[in-house]
C-alpha cells in the first residue's frame, strides 16, 4: 500500500520520469513497471560485451524467481489498475447507493506514543507537578486509576492493535468515580452531580495536560476527515491510496475515462446493464449455471439477474438528467420489466409527444458600444433596446453620441432552440411634435447554443439615405445550453418515417429520461419541435457519401429494424460529435470508429468529448503510451467481479484499520458508499460480499487487531437468512459454494468467539469495546443454531460458556501468577516470604474478580452461575498455592490470618461464593488454627490475671489498674479478633462467640474477687484517727470494679439466637450480681472505717459525761482559770478536724472514683452510719445533761456534716431521717437548758443557726 503522501501533487520533474520509464517499457507485449524496464535493460546492456559464460544452477534459479516475482507483480498492478477503473466510475456517476449519515461516529485511536504521554501527565498529577487543584477524594480516585487501568499490560495491548480511543479511557474513569461518588457522604449544599462534572472536568484537564488547542494543521489530513461525508476529490484520493494508484496513473485515467462528463458516465451504466442482460440471456442459453442445490434455483437464477438489471435500470431512470433549472420537468415513463434493451424496437413501449421535449433556454446579451455613428451631434442622447422576439423588450442607459458605450446586460428566457434577438440603436428626438424617438439602425441575431460567447461586432441595418453607413454594434450573446439537450446544430437529415426530404435542418438532441432520448427539429421562433424521432433501439455509426444527395460532406447513419436514417454534416469535427452523443444516447454495444482517414484535430478549438478510443490529442496518445486503453476500455461483464471486489474490500479493510480513527472493522461512510455502488453495479452477490468480509474480520481478528462483534453478527445474520433461504426480500438462489464456504465460516466464527470468550479478560479489558462480550455472547448462540428460525436449547449456549469459562480460569490464574512471579518465589522463597507472596496474590485474585464483576458480569447476566463456577475453578487454582505457603509456616505462627480475613471478607459479601467449595476449604484450613490460637490465649489471659493481680501495686492506670486494663484489652482484642474474622459458618461461629464470652466472664469474675480481697487487705492497715486519707490505690480498686462493670456489658453479652441470649443472660446477671455485691460490701468496708473514725471523736467527747471526775476537775480548772485570763475554748479543735477529715475524703471520693453512682451510694450510707453512732451515743447519755463543750462540739459536727453531704448531693429524704431528726430535737433542748443555766450560753454556736443556714 503506498504512503498517505503519495497521493499528494507529485512535482513535473517526477512525474516526467515516471513517463518516460513506462515510455521505455511499453515496448513489451505486456504492461511492466517502471523498475522492470530499468531492470531489464541493465543486463541487456552488460550482455553485448561480456564473455558469454555458463550460468550457475544457483544464479538460474535466482533469476526464475526474480522473474517470477515481477510478473506476480504486474499481474496485481493490472488487476489493482482494473479494479480502480471499475472503482471510480462508481464514485463518479453513482445511481444506487449514497454515503450513510446514519453511522455511529468513530473516536480517534491512540497509540503508544500518546498512551505513554498520557501516563506522564497523569504521573505528574499525583507528583503534585500541575497546577489542578483537587482535595484527597479526587487524588486517589485518580491514583486508582492510574495503577490499575493506565499502567495496566491489557491496555497498552489494546492500544496497540487499535482499538482504543479516549473516548474508552474517559468511560472506564467514568464508572469507576461513578461508583466511588456514590459512597461519598451526602454534603449539604453539593449534589453528587456537580462532584461528578467537577470531576470529569479535572480529568479532562490532566488528560490534555499543556496542549495548545489553537494549533491545529491547516489541511486536514484524509483520514481525519474520513469519518465525515466525502466529496468525490476525496474519494478518489482515498482508493488512490486504498489500490495503490499513483497521481499521475489516476489523472490519466480520469481524463480517459470522462469522469467529469456525466452524459458520458451514464451511456457507460447503459451499456453495462444491457451487457449483463445479454450475458444473463447468454447463461440461460448455453446453460450454464452456477452449482446449486436444487434445478429449480437455475430459473430463479436467471430472473435474479434479470430483476437486478431491472432494478438498476429503475434506480438510472429514477435519476434526474442533470441538476438543471427548475423549469426543466423530469419526465416519469414506465417501462415494463421485460423491455430492457432486449426488445427495445417496439416503438409502442414509449410514446413521446411534442410536449415532452420542451426546452428552457437563458439568455445572456450584452451591449457593449457602437462604433462609426456620424449622423448624429456628439451632445445628442442615444440609447439601445433588446428583444427576444415574443418576450419582454429591454433598455439600456443613456449616452452621448460621442462615446455610445454601455456595458449593459440583459437576462431573457425562452423556449425556443432557435430565437430572434433585435438590437435597435434609438436616438431622443428634438422635434416639438415627435412621438417617437429617431431608429438610427438594427441587427437581428439567431444565436444558438453553440454559437461563440466572445463580444462581437455586428454591422447594423441602416434606415435609406443615413450618414452611418459603416455603423457597427459590439454585442456579447450567450445562449445556455439545458441540462437536457445533448447537442445541436444544423444537419442534413433523411429518413423514412420522419423527415422524408433531404434537407438541412436544425436538430437537437434530448434526453427526456435516463433511458429516454429524442432527436428533435425547429424551426425559428417554435417551442415545439417540428418533427422528432425517439432513439431507443437505433444504432449509430459512420458511413461513405451517398450517392445522389447534394449537401452535406461527411455523412453517418442511424439504423433499426424497419428505418433508417441518414445525417450528413459539413464538418468533420461536427459529425465525430454528433455521432459520440448519439452513441451515448442510443445505449448500443458497439462502438462506432471513425474512418482512418479522418483527421483527429478540432480545426475549431472546442473541446471534444469522445470514448477512449476516439480521444484526440495528448489525452489519447499519454494513455495509449501507458497502456491504459485496455483498462478503460475493458467490458465489465467479462470480469469476475467476485473476485475483483473481495480484492477491492481486503484492500479497503486493511486501509481503514491503520488510519487514524478506532474503526473496530467497520467501514467509513464513504468506504461503505462505494462498497455498496460496486456491488449494485456489478451484480456482486450479497451472501459473497459479507462471507468475504467475515472471513477479513476473523483473519485480522485472529491477529489480534479489536473487531467489533456487532459487525460480525451483522454479517453472519445475512448469510445465514441468505443460505438458510429465509431473506428479508424473499426465497433467493444459493448456490453450493455459498453453502459450503458458510459452513466454513460458521464453524471457524464458533472457534473465534470460543476463544474470546476464553480470554474475555484479554479480549475485552476493562469492558472495552462497550458492550462487546455482550454482543459476542449473544452472537455465539446465534453461531450455534442449527438453522435461522430454530433457537438453540439454553443447555447448549450454557455448556459451551461453562467450558469457555473453565478454561478462562486457567488462563486467567496463569498469567496472573506469571506476572506476579508465584511459582519461582513459592519455591525458592522462605516460609515468610511465602506468606508475604501468597497474600499479595491473594490481593491480586480479589482484584481480577472484582474487574470481572465490574466489567464483565453484565454479559454474563444470563448465567450468573456459571459466572460462580469460574471464580470456583479460579480459586481452585490457588487453593494449591495456598495450601502450599500455609504448610511452609511454623506450628504456631499467626501471620496468616490476615490471609483469611482478606479472602473471608470477599468470599463472604459475594452470594455465589458464600461457603462455596473453595470457602469452605478456606474455613477447614483455618479451623484449627483458630482453635489453637483461643486456647493458647485463654491459657495466657488466666496466667496474667494471676500474676498480674499477685503483683499489683494499684496505681492508677486509665479506667483502673494495670492488671485490670491488660485483662480487658486482651478480652477485647480477641473478641475483636474473632468477630473480624467474620467466620461463615454460622455453628463454628456461635460457638466460638460463646466460648469467648464465657471466657471473659470467667476472667472478670476471678478480677472482681482479687480485688475485693486486695481492698480488704488494705482497709485493715489503715489507721481510724481523724487524719486518715482515703489513699489512692483504694480508690482505684474502686474503679476496677466500675470497669469490670462496664466492660462485663460487652464482653459477657451474646449476640446469637433466643437460646443463646438466655444463657448470656444469666451468665452475665451471674457476674453483674457479682460485682453489686462485692461493691456493697466494699462500701461497708470503707463506710465503718469512716463510721470509726467518728466514733473514736465521740470516745473523747466522753470524757465530758456529766458525773465523771475528769468531768468535775475539768469544769474547776476553767472557772477557776478564766478569772485571770482568756481560757481556750475546749472542743472546737476536736469538730474542725473531724469536719476537715469528712471534707477531704468527700473530695477524694468525688475525684477519683470514676463511677457517680457508686459515689452517691458511698455517701447516703456513710452519712446515715455517722448519725446513727451520733444518735446512739446521745442515746447512751439520754438521762445525762451534755456539757456546754459536747454540746457545742456535736452541734458543730452535725451542722456541718448535714450541709456537706448535702453539697455532695444527698437528698433531702436522707438527709433528714428520723436519726436526724432525734438528733436535732434532744441538741435543741440541750441548748435550752444550757442557755438558762449557764448565763455565757454557746457563744454563737447554736442549733438554731444550723436551722437558718438549712433555711
Avoid at 459525761?1105 to 472557772?1119: A, H, M, Q, W
Avoid at 456539757?1187 to 458543730?1196: A, D, N, V
Amino acid at each position: 500500500m503506498l504512503d498517505p503522501s503519495s497521493s499528494e501533487e507529485e512535482s513535473d520533474e517526477v512525474l516526467e520520469e515516471e513517463r518516460r520509464d513506462v515510455l521505455v517499457a511499453g515496448t513489451s507485449p505486456r504492461l511492466v513497471l517502471p523498475s522492470q524496464g530499468r531492470d531489464s535493460r541493465e543486463p541487456a546492456g552488460r550482455a553485448g560485451t561480456a564473455r558469454p559464460v555458463s550460468p550457475s544452477p544457483s544464479v538460474i534459479s535466482e533469476e526464475r524467481e526474480e522473474q517470477e516475482r515481477q510478473q506476480k507483480e504486474e499481474a496485481d498492478r493490472r488487476i489493482r489498475l482494473q479494479l480502480y477503473v471499475f472503482t471510480i466510475r462508481c464514485i463518479a456517476y453513482p445511481f444506487n447507493a449514497k454515503q450513510p449519515t446514519d453511522m455511529a461516529r468513530r473516536q480517534q485511536k491512540l497509540n503508544k506514543q500518546q498512551l505513554q504521554s498520557i501516563k506522564e501527565r497523569f504521573q505528574a498529577f499525583l507528583n503534585g507537578e500541575t497546577q489542578i487543584v483537587a482535595d484527597e477524594a479526587f487524588y486517589n480516585a485518580i491514583r486508582c486509576y492510574f495503577e490499575v487501568f493506565l499502567t495496566s499490560e491489557r491496555v497498552a495491548r489494546m492500544v496497540h492493535c487499535g482499538g482504543c480511543s479516549a473516548n474508552d479511557f474517559r468511560e472506564v474513569f467514568k464508572k469507576n468515580i461513578e461508583k466511588r461518588v456514590r459512597s461519598l457522604p451526602e454534603i449539604d449544599g453539593l449534589s453528587k452531580e456537580t462532584v461528578l462534572s467537577s470531576w470529569l472536568a479535572k480529568y479532562d484537564a490532566i488528560y490534555r495536560g499543556e496542549e495548545d488547542l489553537r494549533k491545529q494543521p491547516k489541511r486536514m489530513a484524509l483520514t481525519a476527515v474520513s469519518e465525515l461525508i466525502l466529496s468525490k476529490e476525496q474519494l478518489y484520493e482515498m482508493f488512490q491510496q486504498i489500490l495503490g494508484i499513483k497521481k499521475f496513473e489516476h489523472q490519466l485515467l480520469y481524463n480517459a475515462c470522462q469522469l467529469d462528463n456525466a452524459d458520458e458516465q451514464a451511456a457507460q451504466i447503459r451499456r453495462e446493464l444491457d451487457g449483463r442482460l445479454q450475458l444473463a440471456e447468454q447463461i440461460a442459453k448455453e446453460k450454464k449455471f452456477p452449482k446449486f442445490g436444487s434445478k429449480e434455483m437455475e430459473v430463479m437464477y436467471i430472473e435474479e439477474l434479470k430483476s437486478s438489471v431491472n432494478l438498476l435500470m429503475a434506480n438510472l431512470e429514477s435519476l434526474p438528467v442533470s441538476k438543471g433549472g427548475p423549469e426543466f420537468k423530469l419526465q416519469k415513463l414506465k417501462r415494463s420489466q421485460n423491455s430492457t434493451f432486449l426488445d427495445l424496437g417496439d416503438e409502442n413501449d414509449i410514446q413521446l409527444s411534442k410536449s415532452d421535449v420542451v426546452l428552457s433556454f437563458t439568455l445572456e446579451i450584452v451591449i457593449m458600444e457602437v462604433q462609426g455613428l456620424k449622423s448624429v451631434a456628439p451632445n445628442r442622447i442615444v440609447y439601445c433596446t433588446m428583444e427576444v422576439e415574443g418576450g419582454e423588450k429591454l433598455q439600456t442607459d443613456q449616452a452621448e453620441a460621442s462615446r455610445p458605450q454601455w456595458g449593459t446586460q440583459g437576462d431573457f428566457t425562452t423556449t425556443h432552440p432557435r430565437p430572434v434577438i433585435k438590437v435597435k440603436l434609438f436616438t431622443e428626438s428634438t422635434g416639438v411634435l415627435a412621438l417617437e424617438d429617431k431608429e438610427l439602425g438594427k441587427v437581428i441575431l439567431n444565436p444558438t447554443p453553440n454559437s461563440g460567447k466572445s463580444p462581437e461586432l455586428h454591422k447594423m441595418i441602416v434606415p435609406k439615405n443615413s450618414q452611418d453607413s459603416d455603423l457597427k454594434i459590439k454585442l456579447a450573446v450567450r445562449m445556455d445550453k439545458p441540462p437536457n439537450m445533448k447537442h445541436c446544430g444544423f444537419l442534413y437529415v433523411l429518413g423514412q418515417k420522419v423527415w422524408k426530404r433531404w434537407k438541412k435542418r436544425f436538430l437537437v438532441l434530448v434526453q427526456v429520461s435516463q433511458y429516454t432520448f429524442a432527436m428533435c427539429s425547429y424551426k425559428e421562433k417554435k417551442a415545439e419541435p417540428q418533427e422528432l424521432m425517439q432513439l431507443d433501439g437505433y444504432t449509430v455509426d459512420y458511413t461513405e457519401p451517398q450517392l445522389g444527395l447534394q449537401g452535406g460532406r461527411v455523412f453517418f447513419n442511424a439504423v433499426k429494424e424497419g428505418d433508417a436514417i441518414v445525417f450528413a454534416s459539413d464538418d468533420e469535427q461536427d459529425r465525430i460529435l454528433w455521432v459520440q452523443a448519439m452513441y451515448r444516447a442510443t445505449g448500443q454495444s458497439y462502438k462506432p470508429v471513425p474512418p482512418n482517414q479522418v483527421q483527429k484535430s478540432n480545426t475549431r478549438g472546442g473541446q471534444i468529448e469522445v470514448p477512449v478510443s476516439q480521444v484526440s490529442g495528448k489525452d489519447a496518445e499519454r494513455a495509449q503510451k501507458h497502456g491504459m486503453e485496455e483498462f478503460i476500455s475493458a467490458d465489465p461483464c467479462r470480469f469476475d467481479h467476485s473476485i475483483l471486489f473481495r480484492t477491492l474490500q481486503k484492500r479497503t479493510l486493511d486501509h481503514r484499520l491503520n488510519d487514524s480513527y478506532s474503526c473496530l472493522g467497520w467501514f467509513s461512510p464513504g468506504q461503505v458508499f462505494v462498497l455498496d455502488e460496486y456491488c449494485a453495479r456489478y451484480g456482486v452477490r450479497g451472501c459473497h460480499r459479507h462471507i468475504c468480509y467475515l472471513t477479513e474480520l476473523m483473519d485480522n481478528a485472529e491477529s489480534g487487531a479489536v473487531i467489533d462483534p456487532t459487525l460480525l453478527h451483522y454479517s453472519f445474520a445475512f448469510c445465514a437468512s441468505h443460505v438458510h433461504g429465509n431473506r428479508p426480500d424473499g426465497l433467493g438462489t444459493v448456490t453450493a459454494q455459498e453453502k459450503e464456504r458458510f459452513e466454513d465460516i460458521k464453524e471457524r466464527l464458533r472457534l473465534l468467539l470460543e476463544n474470546q470468550i476464553t480470554h474475555f479478560r484479554y479480549c475485552f479489558p476493562f469492558g472495552r469495546p462497550e458492550g462487546g462480550l455482550k454482543a459476542t455472547l449473544s452472537l455465539l448462540e446465534r453461531v450455534l443454531m442449527k438453522d435461522i428460525a430454530t433457537p438453540v436449547p439454553p443447555e447448549e449456549v450454557k455448556k459451551v460458556v461453562r467450558k469457555c469459562l473453565e478454561k478462562a480460569a486457567l488462563i486467567n490464574y496463569t498469567r496472573l501468577t506469571e506476572y506476579a512471579r508465584i511459582e519461582e518465589m513459592l519455591n525458592q522463597a522462605s516460609p515468610e516470604k511465602k506468606l508475604e507472596d501468597i497474600l499479595q496474590l491473594a490481593d491480586l485474585c480479589i482484584e481480577v474478580l472484582q474487574q470481572n464483576e465490574e466489567h464483565h458480569s453484565e454479559a454474563f447476566a444470563w448465567w450468573p452461575d456459571l459466572m460462580a463456577e469460574h471464580a470456583e475453578m479460579f480459586w481452585s487454582l490457588f487453593a494449591v498455592d495456598l495450601d502450599s505457603a500455609l504448610g511452609a509456616q511454623a506450628q504456631d505462627s499467626w501471620e496468616s490470618f490476615p490471609l483469611f480475613q482478606m479472602l473471608n471478607n470477599y468470599l463472604r459479601n459475594d452470594s455465589h461464593l458464600c461457603n462455596g467449595k473453595f470457602h469452605k476449604h478456606l474455613q477447614e484450613t483455618f479451623v484449627p488454627l483458630v482453635v489453637r490460637y483461643i486456647d493458647l490465649m485463654e491459657s495466657s489471659i488466666a496466667q496474667s490475671v494471676h500474676r498480674g493481680f499477685e503483683q499489683e501495686t494499684w496505681q492508677p492506670v486509665n479506667n483502673g489498674s494495670a492488671s485490670s486494663e491488660d485483662l480487658f484489652w486482651k478480652l477485647d482484642a480477641l473478641q475483636i479478633f474473632v468477630y473480624d474474622l467474620h467466620w461463615p459458618e454460622p455453628e463454628f461461629s456461635q460457638h466460638l462467640e460463646q466460648r469467648l464470652k464465657l471466657m471473659a466472664c470467667d476472667m472478670i469474675e476471678a478480677c472482681v474477687k482479687r480485688t475485693r480481697i486486695a481492698f480488704e487487705a488494705k482497709l485493715q492497715k489503715i489507721s481510724k484517727s481523724a487524719d486518715f486519707r482515703l489513699p489512692h490505690h483504694v480508690c482505684t480498686m474502686f474503679n476496677v470494679l466500675v470497669d469490670a462493670k462496664k466492660q462485663s456489658t460487652k464482653l459477657c453479652v451474646l449476640n446469637g439466637g433466643l437460646e443463646m441470649a438466655r444463657q448470656s443472660q444469666q451468665y452475665h446477671s451471674k457476674i453483674d450480681d457479682l460485682i453489686e455485691e462485692t461493691f456493697k460490701e466494699m462500701i461497708s468496708l470503707l463506710v465503718s472505717k469512716f463510721v470509726a473514725v467518728l466514733e473514736g471523736m465521740l470516745a473523747k467527747l466522753s470524757r465530758y459525761d456529766e458525773g465523771t471526775l475528769f468531768s468535775s476537775i475539768l469544769s474547776f480548772t476553767v472557772k477557776a482559770a478564766s478569772k485571770y485570763v482568756e481560757v481556750p475554748k475546749p472542743g472546737m479543735d476536736l469538730a474542725d478536724t473531724y469536719i476537715m477529715f469528712v471534707r477531704q475524703n468527700q473530695d477524694i471520693l468525688r475525684e477519683k472514683i470514676n463511677e457517680e453512682l457508686y459515689v452517691e451510694k458511698l455517701f447516703d450510707q456513710w452519712y446515715c452510719s455517722s448519725m446513727k453512732s451520733i444518735c446512739i451515743w446521745l442515746t447512751d447519755r439520754l438521762d445525762l445533761q451534755l456539757h456546754i463543750y459536747q454540746l457545742k462540739t456535736l452541734i458543730k459536727i452535725v451542722k456541718k456534716t448535714y450541709r456537706d453531704f448535702r453539697l455532695q448531693g444527698v437528698l433531702e429524704g436522707t438527709l433528714h431521717n428520723k436519726t436526724y431528726e432525734t438528733i436535732h430535737n434532744r441538741l435543741t433542748v440541750e441548748e435550752t437548758t444550757i442557755s438558762v443555766s449557764d448565763g455565757g450560753g454557746l457563744q454563737g454556736i447554736t442549733m438554731k443557726d444550723s436551722d437558718e443556714e438549712e433555711g
